[in-house]
């Protein structure tokens, strides 16, 4: 077994330094299409950060990817990699547009709670079988949530196609009644007399931040965390504390699935007030770069959803300034991101260790 | 249905299953060695945009598969890197290289071509054409025999024709070469097979590699012969249904190859009719076509049809235990 | 060829070799000769280097210093090629068999003749065959070796070596899995071996193995060399003080029990895995208050399901078993909690797999199996953190658990430390029933005192132990009547004073000494 590092080295500087080397990877791909990198981030920065509107745009996709960080995160704790968060992100748009059109809501703080239960049960109902096959029939969940991906995005173009679909050509429901629409961040922010541009930044951010929140709570202070953490390490150590396999599977699948499918609140309810195809846009696979780099802490998860926020929105800037740097920028460095905090871990780790070994040898 | 569309929709079939066919070969040496590779999808996109790519630039379809056997190979050293060398996760490895040649494909694409991520239309010299076989317009006649010779056996591109060789050829050199034994050792025992004095990196890392060409020539089939040039995300899902089919093959040559029949048929019968009216059922979406492969792997998996195990060493790196 | 003349070479002398993993130094400076043609005996405590030293002889690991010399020829070996180059063979202690593999095809794999299988093959069998005659090692060639025991499995991991024609062969532990019958074939095995000119190291921390086959011996302690002595001038006693390095004292001071009433009634218990191979074969027993039921046998004969049945993690496919009169719940793997609640406390086996999760904190493993207690509840689902850490502090005090800080990761702490981390959970909510697996396994000396001591403590408040030990010392040290297991069924039953090993070893290979002994 090797020393176990301090933990400010493996909560920091690690992932600081795995990070370090996605972006200047990422920095030699822009060199490589022929565009000057640190002009690249300063444009980043200034299109992310350097206005209201930038900012709005910024926490408006953070959002989103805290949801379905936590959704790999809680799942990783339970030591199932769910790749299945995608999936069961566009299963919670289906739940928050039933419960929107279902009933004309009169306030949106009436409909908010159940737009959350149709958001999460649906997500939850999508991650419930991947979740119950690998706890019965042992069947992977990995590959099972990749196939349920794909299936889940076979269904939702039918139902849009076929069910749910407007008058007109595109794929897509009506608008839902106004007295549905999430109050967005400028009219919030207003009330107290603070300007900011109108961007899609609603209200879902402040149950993104109390989701993490409650997700802490849940992983590191409730007993069915701990259950879970001691399934996560080890399953014979789970079983022998009398903690059911089963049921920690599932329920941890459930959980994850609830928290990917709440994205949907965030972006179809609060901001496109309809249902689109492909609303969700890879944002499920965001949570897993989102989870790896945040080391699957809320607190992390936080941070590093702001930092996509800033990838997307500054992404965008971005290609507008210089065409030469698509959007597809993000996807890039999002997979750097992938590989570099969760595949190419031992790249880093292991000349830290040994770093840490000599010196404390040396102190010795 | 008649005669001449049950042979159009073979022959469709055939063409639809080449690539998933390559993709899970390719998934198959490596799973086999007990590396779990999700990023088959990856390395088929980033062969199919540099066959294309290269066979634009260079007017040589030759070095445009090349090109693209390069680009999957490069995709396979830095999964091996990872999850060999680095004892990394295969899985997120796997998920990272999807990314990867989804961002770059795109990106370099609009940076070179200019054309939103295509690349430009490819002309004859550029692309792999079906190859008439001899006298099957002569043979035509011949009832039964002649329209299946003429339009099922004969017509096809050279990759085709190899991607059913690497069948026979795959089967051959995992159970009667010392190559195939002990890749399949490494796959379920390591540890046996570092005691026997065989190095467990490099058998793995030539599993990976062997991937690496078999998606290179998978992509370049999709860019260079089934399509004439290279769009956007054009795989489409194909590598994870290849991994759906090597799945319900179970880790075998032969049922691979009657697994990617299956699902490129039902590609086929799904671009042919957009809904199909089965008597008594009613009509089947052509969405439900899409998602039965992907149902059928999952049924697969959960062993209510025959359990499929994997590999036993699979998804684990190799480390000496103490 | 002579075996082994005065003045050659040894077969294997290794000088000054040394290995660190990490902070931990496995190996330090050591020397050893072992001369051609013998049986090398090489003993010492768990942990005590064997292990590592003969994988580094192997080329499984390399040494950070030192040098290897077979037959007086400096040789490096980097990797097991060179060993197996060098005419060197192992058998590892986990076999090293590729599970879906026919026979031949374990054999060959690195020692194939060509590019294609078909003349490997070919050949291997015809040297089985040569080899099954000269040595009487006879296995089905085209056997799945999954579906091999453990003692023909074995067979063929010797089979290997001599296909690759060594001459020096080392054993790490072969008899740990094997019966008695098994082990004495074994036993002729070695020695045709070695009437054949070959060189044998047989790594074991069984002495008696030791004084019946070698010829020579080498004793360990802490990753050091101590001595190497000719096996007939030594005798077991000195051996044991030499591996542990001081007298030992196995006899624990203790007073006659005080049996109550049969709190613990098993009866006709069976178990058939998921293979379908019958573990337990209608078992039947009764504990009672106030006694240690000591359960020998060699390790793989049932004692771990019979454990794990009772202790409700593993479901059983027949029988009873009555609590204090109240049947148990049989037919599930997830009984632990209910066990618990009936004051029925597991030690595991295997603490590092199951009793602990290595990866957390000291606290939150010394409440594994109880973070359902009401005392342990906070508001709103949480666990009180506070209540759990004192608990963990007390449990610290009181069985001397060191280093003495609860936050610590419990991987940190040593494998005696660990154990009494269990322990201390396990008994002090004082359980009617202790059932305990293996208690002092990688556990040091001065800790071994202490858990039985306390074992014997919970006995004289009048609780009643269920102890499954591979150590028969261990079992009869502290046992009051002894149940020996054999092929999943109780072979004998015997108090423990009126018995001896000699008896024991008999039930242990399933004779029943009284039916046989004329």
Redesign the interface.
């Known amino acids: 077994m090797t020393a176990p590092l301090p933990r400010w080295a493996d909560l920091v500087l690690i992932p600081a330094l795995n990070l370090l080397l996605a972006f200047l990877v990422a920095g030699l791909v822009v060199v490589f299409i022929g565009e000057d990198p640190v002009e690249a981030v300063r444009l980043l920065l200034v299109g992310s950060l350097g206005s209201s509107y930038g900012i709005g745009f910024t926490l408006y996709y953070a959002t989103t990817f805290v949801f379905t960080g936590l959704s790999v995160a809680i799942a990783y704790h339970a030591g199932l990699f769910n790749i299945g968060s995608e999936g069961q992100a566009a299963l919670g748009g289906i739940g928050v547009t039933l419960v929107c059109l279902a009933v004309p809501w009169p306030y949106w703080w009436l409909a908010l709670p159940f737009a959350i239960l149709g958001a999460g049960a649906f997500g939850a109902a999508w991650a419930f079988l991947p979740g119950y096959l690998q706890a019965k029939r042992g069947s992977h969940v990995v590959i099972t949530t990749i196939m349920f991906n794909f299936i889940a995005s076979a269904l939702v173009v039918y139902l849009l196609v076929n069910v749910l679909k407007a008058p007109g050509m595109a794929p897509e429901t009506r608008n839902f009644p106004e007295g549905t629409f999430l109050p967005f961040m400028h009219e919030i922010l207003a009330v107290f007399g603070i300007r900011m541009s109108r961007t899609p930044m609603n209200f879902t951010a402040l149950l993104a931040l109390a989701a993490a929140f409650l997700t802490w709570v849940l992983i590191w202070r409730t007993r069915l965390g701990y259950e879970m953490r001691a399934f996560g390490h080890s399953e014979p150590a789970a079983v022998y504390a009398g903690i059911d396999p089963v049921r920690i599977t599932i329920v941890a699948m459930l959980i994850s699935g609830a928290m990917a499918g709440m994205m949907a609140l965030n972006v179809v309810m609060g901001f496109q007030h309809r249902l689109v195809l492909d609303y969700v846009g890879g944002a499920g696979f965001v949570g897993i770069a989102v989870s790896l780099m945040g080391r699957s802490h809320p607190f992390g998860v936080v941070l590093a959803a702001i930092l996509f926020g800033i990838l997307y929105q500054g992404g965008a800037e971005l290609a507008f300034d210089m065409p030469s740097i698509s959007r597809d920028m993000i996807v890039v460095i999002q997979a750097l991101v992938i590989l570099f905090t969760g595949a190419l871990e031992n790249l880093v780790r292991a000349p830290v260790e040994r770093a840490f070994l000599r010196r404390r040898r040396k102190a010795a | 249905m008649d005669f001449a569309t049950v042979l159009q929709l073979a022959g469709s079939s055939l063409r639809l299953a080449t690539p998933l066919l390559l993709a899970c070969l390719a998934g198959l040496y490596s799973e086999r060695a007990g590396i779990f590779d999700i990023g088959l999808e990856g390395k088929m996109l980033a062969a199919a945009f540099a066959a294309a790519a290269f066979a634009a630039i260079t007017g040589s379809v030759w070095i445009g598969l090349l090109a693209g056997i390069a680009a999957s190979s490069a995709l396979s050293l830095i999964h091996g890197v990872a999850s060999i060398t680095l004892k990394g996760n295969q899985l997120i490895s796997g998920v990272a290289i999807n990314f990867l040649a989804a961002g770059l494909t795109a990106l370099v694409g609009q940076n070179w071509f200019g054309l939103g991520g295509q690349t430009p239309q490819l002309g004859p010299g550029q692309r792999f054409l079906a190859i008439e076989w001899p006298l099957a317009d002569a043979l035509l006649p011949v009832p039964v025999i002649g329209p299946i010779y003429r339009h099922l056996i004969s017509g096809h591109n050279i990759l085709v024709y190899l991607a059913l060789l690497a069948v026979p050829a795959t089967w051959w050199i995992l159970y009667r070469t010392r190559f195939g034994l002990r890749l399949r050792a490494v796959g379920e025992n390591p540890a046996a097979v570092d005691t026997a004095g065989i190095s467990v990196v490099r058998l793995r890392y030539a599993a990976v590699m062997i991937a690496g060409l078999l998606c290179g020539i998978a992509g370049a089939y999709l860019s260079t012969g089934m399509a004439a040039g290279f769009v956007r995300e054009m795989t489409a899902g194909k590598g994870f249904i290849a991994l759906a089919a090597l799945i319900f093959a179970k880790w075998r040559p032969w049922p691979a190859l009657g697994a990617c029949l299956l699902f490129g048929a039902l590609e086929a019968i799904g671009i042919r009719y957009q809904a199909i009216t089965i008597p008594g059922l009613g009509v089947v979406p052509v969405q439900f076509m899409q998602a039965l492969p992907y149902i059928l792997t999952v049924v697969i998996l959960a062993g209510f049809v025959g359990k499929a195990v994997p590999p036993r060493a699979g998804g684990r790196p190799y480390v000496k235990e103490r | 060829m002579a075996a082994g003349g005065g003045d050659a070479p040894p077969a294997i002398e290794l000088a000054g070799i040394s290995k660190s993993?990490?902070?931990v130094q496995a190996n330090r400076d050591i020397d050893l000769a072992v001369r051609r043609g013998t049986i090398h005996g090489i003993v010492g405590e768990n942990g005590a280097g064997k292990s590592t030293l003969m994988s580094i002889l192997?080329g499984?690991?390399q040494a950070d210093a030192g040098e290897i010399r077979i037959d007086g020829r400096p040789t490096p070996i980097p990797?097991?090629?060179?060993?197996?180059r060098a005419g060197i063979g192992?058998v590892?202690q986990?076999f090293?068999?590729?599970?879906?593999?026919t026979v031949l095809?374990?054999v060959?794999?690195?020692?194939?003749e060509?590019?294609?299988?078909?003349p490997?093959l070919a050949k291997a069998r015809a040297e089985l065959k040569r080899l099954e005659e000269e040595y009487e090692l006879d296995v089905d060639p085209d056997a799945v070796v999954g579906e091999l025991s453990v003692g023909l499995q074995q067979r063929v991991e010797i089979l290997?070596a001599l296909y690759r024609e060594c001459d020096i062969l080392i054993l790490d532990e072969p008899t740990g899995v094997l019966t008695p019958a098994e082990a004495d074939h074994l036993f002729r095995i070695l020695r045709s071996l070695k009437a054949q000119g070959k060189t044998i190291v047989l790594i074991t921390h069984k002495l008696r193995e030791i004084m019946a086959i070698t010829d020579a011996v080498s004793v360990m302690r802490r990753g050091e060399m101590v001595r190497t002595l000719a096996t007939a001038d030594t005798s077991p006693a000195e051996l044991a003080e030499l591996m542990v390095g001081r007298r030992v004292l196995l006899r624990v001071e203790k007073t006659p029990a005080t049996p109550g009433r049969v709190v613990l009634a098993v009866e006709n218990l069976s178990l058939t895995d998921d293979k379908g191979v019958a573990r337990l074969k209608g078992v039947s027993f009764a504990l009672r208050a106030g006694e240690i039921l000591g359960v020998a046998g060699v390790a793989g004969n049932g004692q771990s399901e019979l454990l794990d049945v009772l202790?409700?993690?593993r479901p059983a496919t027949g029988g009873t078993v009555r609590l204090d009169g109240q049947p148990l719940d049989l037919g599930h793997?997830?009984?632990?909690?209910?066990r618990?609640a009936a004051r029925v406390a597991?030690v595991?086996e295997?603490r590092r797999?199951?009793?602990?999760?290595?990866?957390?904190a000291e606290w939150?493993n010394a409440c594994?199996?109880y973070?359902?207690e009401e005392r342990f509840e906070?508001p709103a689902?949480?666990?009180d953190?506070t209540a759990m850490r004192d608990a963990a502090r007390a449990s610290i005090e009181r069985f001397d658990i060191r280093p003495p800080s609860c936050d610590l990761?419990t991987?940190?702490f040593s494998g005696g430390n660990q154990q009494k981390i269990v322990l201390a959970r396990e008994m002090e909510r004082d359980p009617e029933v202790l059932l305990v697996g293996q208690p002092t396994r990688g556990v040091d000396i001065g800790a071994i005192e202490f858990i039985h001591n306390e074992i014997l403590a919970l006995r004289d408040r009048g609780k009643a132990i269920l102890l499954v030990s591979v150590e028969l010392d261990e079992i009869q040290a502290l046992s009051d009547r002894i149940i020996v297991m054999f092929d999943g069924r109780i072979s004998g039953e015997r108090i423990a004073g009126e018995t001896d090993e000699r008896e024991l070893g008999l039930l242990m290979t399933g004779i029943e000494p009284g039916t046989r002994a004329a």
């Open positions: 993993f990490g902070p192997y499984f690991y990797d097991s090629q060179a060993a197996i192992m590892h986990h090293m068999l590729v599970e879906p593999f095809e374990n060959i794999l690195g020692a194939e060509g590019p294609l299988l078909r490997s290997k202790a409700g993690i793997s997830t009984n632990g909690d209910e618990r597991h595991p295997d797999r199951r009793g602990l999760v290595m990866p957390f939150e594994l199996g973070q359902g906070g689902f949480t666990l953190r990761v991987a940190s």
